[in-house]
């Protein structure tokens, strides 16, 4: 890895790109410190510090890289964004007409863009409007009034759409996905204060054995998160494919042989980001109307809390993280089955003339590649039920509260193997033209 960048910063045009993307990255980073007007910026660190419900909010923190804790102008970040992007995901399963775009090419992607690019700003508007009325009644605003409420809601939905910009230009023109880069960044910005915090709370004041100890642990466990991770994104299951030979003009073709890559972890980190949203949201909800959480519904809110699961003297509340598996391995199966159709897939291979060796075309090809498949998510959910579980398993029995969870871990391996498959495709397809322009 470390020598394909070293590559990439020797060609000029790769070199460029790099550069425009860390200077898009500073923008933001930049951005994320200026306060919305009007804002109380404390709000949020005194209730952070006050809600033993909190978690709630800790992802959508870490997503927005501290944003939403500073109340800056990019408060509500890339989140709408992606949230945007799930939704027209899901709906093209249910309107035909959204199918048939995706599958009209060029011209259909860019339509698609463009309603997803509608929907997040419709999005944005939503929450700056529930945060701004919300937060803003229970002191979020210096004065709670019609202007600074319209204030709130404009700067937030403004930050997030030109947020939503950089992240299109980087991809144009930088590295990477730039919505992904983005999200990356915001994560790892998160990183060194967590880090910090863990050392105060497990390491400073203890004795040299018991400090060493407690380090090596944090270190032992987060790095088999990270290792756990890259075995997820980069396992595959190989199914062969041959093609049958055929007369085509006056040459035969075909008659080859390939294979079609079936990832262990197919879903990605979909599962846990819906798994995740499920069971906060009525926490979230509660909060934003000011709900002190008291009676049968703060007991029942208690059992969605992660900040509850794994508790020793509140083992009741486990039966949340228990929801939380079950929720984990059906948004597994779910998402899969709505990404990869294996009856398409089937049908596309009988068509060319491909067959799996031993298993006749068409509808038992596609009964065996669902066979294979069941197999194969079930080993992706349970390691990414193990990536996500052990953040709270630490968090219930040691009160480690960081950032970087199963979930942001996923995100950034993903990300940075991503961009350096891209950087590498980058510089193959400079050498062929080199090659050629040779020729």
Same mark, same amino acid.
């Given at each position: 890895?470390?020598?394909?960048?070293?590559?990439? =910063?020797?060609?000029?045009?790769?070199?460029?790109?790099?550069?425009?993307?860390f200077?898009?990255?500073?923008?933001?980073?930049?951005?994320?410190?200026?306060?919305?007007?009007?804002?109380?910026?404390?709000?949020?660190?005194?209730?952070?510090?006050?809600?033993?419900?909190?978690?709630?909010?800790?992802?959508?923190?870490?997503?927005?890289g501290?944003?939403?804790?500073?109340?800056?102008?990019?408060?509500?970040?890339?989140?709408p964004?992606?949230?945007?992007?799930?939704?027209?995901?899901?709906?093209?399963?249910?309107?035909?007409?959204?199918?048939?775009?995706?599958k009209?090419?060029?011209?259909?992607?860019?339509?698609?863009?463009?309603?997803?690019r509608?929907?997040?700003?419709?999005?944005?508007?939503?929450?700056?409007?529930?945060?701004?009325?919300?937060?803003?009644?229970?002191?979020?605003?210096?004065?709670?009034?019609?202007?600074?409420?319209?204030?709130?809601?404009?700067?937030?939905?403004?930050?997030?759409?030109?947020l939503?910009?950089?992240?299109?230009?980087?991809?144009?023109?930088?590295?990477?996905?730039?919505?992904?880069?983005?999200?990356?960044?915001?994560?790892?910005?998160?990183?060194?204060?967590?880090?910090v915090?863990?050392?105060?709370?497990?390491?400073?004041?203890k004795?040299?054995?018991?400090?060493?100890?407690?380090?090596?642990?944090?270190?032992?466990?987060?790095?088999?998160m990270v290792?756990?991770?890259?075995?997820?994104?980069?396992?595959?299951r190989?199914?062969?494919?041959?093609y049958?030979?055929?007369?085509?003009g006056?040459?035969?073709?075909?008659?080859?042989?390939?294979?079609?890559?079936l990832?262990?972890?197919?879903?990605?980190?979909?599962?846990?980001?819906?798994a995740?949203?499920?069971?906060? =949201?009525?926490?979230?909800?509660?909060?934003?109307?000011?709900?002190?959480?008291?009676?049968?519904?703060?007991?029942?809110?208690?059992?969605?809390?992660?900040?509850?699961?794994?508790?020793?003297?509140?083992?009741k509340?486990?039966?949340?993280?228990?929801?939380?598996?079950?929720?984990?391995?059906?948004?597994a199966?779910?998402?899969?089955?709505?990404?990869?159709?294996?009856?398409?897939?089937?049908?596309?291979?009988?068509?060319?003339?491909? =067959?799996i060796p031993?298993?006749?075309?068409?509808?038992?090809?596609?009964?065996?590649?669902?066979?294979?498949?069941?197999?194969?998510? =079930?080993?992706?959910a349970?390691?990414?039920?193990?990536?996500?579980?052990?953040?709270?398993?630490?968090?219930?029995?040691?009160?480690?509260?960081?950032?970087?969870?199963?979930?942001?871990?996923?995100?950034?391996?993903?990300?940075?193997?991503?961009?350096?498959?891209?950087?590498?495709?980058?510089?193959?397809?400079?050498?062929?033209?080199?090659?050629?322009?040779?020729?």
């Open positions: 890895m470390f020598d394909t960048v070293k590559k990439a =910063f020797q060609i000029k045009e790769i070199r460029a790109k790099i550069f425009f993307t200077l898009m990255l500073v923008v933001i980073r930049f951005a994320s410190q200026l306060p919305v007007p009007g804002v109380d910026r404390d709000y949020f660190s005194r209730w952070f510090a006050a809600q033993q419900s909190s978690d709630a909010f800790s992802l959508f923190d870490a997503f927005t501290g944003s939403f804790l500073n109340m800056s102008v990019l408060a509500l970040n890339i989140t964004y992606i949230t945007s992007s799930i939704i027209i995901q899901l709906l093209t399963i249910a309107i035909p007409k959204l199918e048939e775009l995706q009209e090419g060029e011209e259909g992607r860019k339509m698609m863009v463009s309603i997803t509608y929907v997040t700003v419709a999005l944005s508007l939503i929450e700056a409007t529930a945060m701004a009325i919300g937060f803003g009644r229970q002191g979020l605003l210096e004065k709670y009034n019609f202007i600074n409420v319209i204030t709130v809601i404009f700067v937030l939905t403004a930050g997030s759409a030109f939503m910009w950089i992240g299109e230009r980087i991809t144009d023109r930088g590295v990477g996905n730039g919505i992904s880069i983005v999200l990356t960044i915001n994560i790892i910005s998160r990183i060194p204060a967590d880090v915090n863990l050392f105060k709370q497990f390491v400073s004041g004795n040299i054995a018991k400090g060493t100890l407690a380090s090596v642990i944090i270190i032992a466990v987060i790095v088999a290792v756990l991770v890259i075995l997820l994104n980069s396992a595959e190989h199914i062969p494919v041959q049958t030979r055929k007369m085509q006056r040459r035969m073709v075909g008659g080859n042989s390939t294979h079609i890559p990832r262990v972890n197919t879903a990605g980190v979909m599962p846990i980001i819906f995740s949203s499920l069971m906060e =949201f009525p926490v979230i909800i509660s909060q934003l109307v000011g709900y002190s959480g008291q009676g049968w519904w703060g007991e029942f809110l208690k059992y969605l809390s992660s900040s509850y699961w794994c508790r020793p003297s509140q083992i509340y486990s039966i949340g993280l228990l929801v939380y598996i079950a929720l984990l391995i059906f948004f199966y779910f998402y899969t089955s709505i990404t990869f159709n294996p009856i398409e897939i089937a049908d596309n291979m009988k068509k060319q003339g491909g =067959f031993g298993i006749r075309p068409g509808r038992p090809t596609s009964e065996y590649l669902n066979k294979i498949l069941g197999y194969i998510i =079930f080993i992706g349970v390691g990414l039920t193990i990536v996500g579980i052990i953040p709270f398993i630490f968090r219930g029995l040691f009160n480690a509260n960081v950032s970087f969870g199963g979930t942001s871990l996923i995100i950034v391996v993903s990300v940075v193997l991503e961009t350096i498959k891209q950087i590498e495709s980058m510089m193959m397809v400079r050498n062929y033209k080199g090659f050629l322009s040779e020729k």
